[in-house]
């Protein structure tokens, strides 16, 4: 069974940081690239960050640049995101998901596997 376990969300003070977690199983997950998108309710969901499924390569949206930074285990099946300097403007619902196609995948519906989402709530 294909699983992606997205986890270590919680409530943090602006300035403050938060690591998730991505755990995968059921699928080859060296074969696929990572991503973490987030979502506000009445709002689409919007990728902030990828990673590479062999070499690491990342990507940032402008929104997270220098604040997030996007990480793999290959070994472990295991992907992470470490948010630092977070602001209210960064709480969502983040989720993480992997896709096998080529390119950077900027659209949810590019990737084939979804973990459940992990809520983030940064107060002022």
């Known amino acids: 069974e294909v699983q992606l376990q997205a986890s270590g969300g919680g409530l943090v003070k602006v300035g403050g940081s938060l690591r998730l977690s991505c755990a995968a199983s059921g699928f080859t997950f060296e074969d696929y690239h990572i991503a973490w998108f987030r979502q506000v309710p009445g709002d689409l969901r919007d990728r902030i960050s990828c990673i590479t499924n062999r070499d690491g390569g990342e990507h940032y949206d402008d929104s997270v640049k220098g604040r997030f930074i996007i990480s793999r285990d290959n070994g472990k099946g295991m992907a992470y995101l470490q948010m630092n300097d977070l602001k209210p403007e960064d709480t969502a619902v983040y989720y993480c998901?992997?896709?096998?196609?080529?390119?950077?995948?900027?659209?949810?519906?590019?990737?084939?596997?979804w973990g459940q989402g992990t809520q983030v709530t940064v107060s002022s």
């Open positions: 998901a992997a896709r096998r196609g080529t390119g950077w995948g900027t659209r949810p519906y590019e990737y084939d596997y």
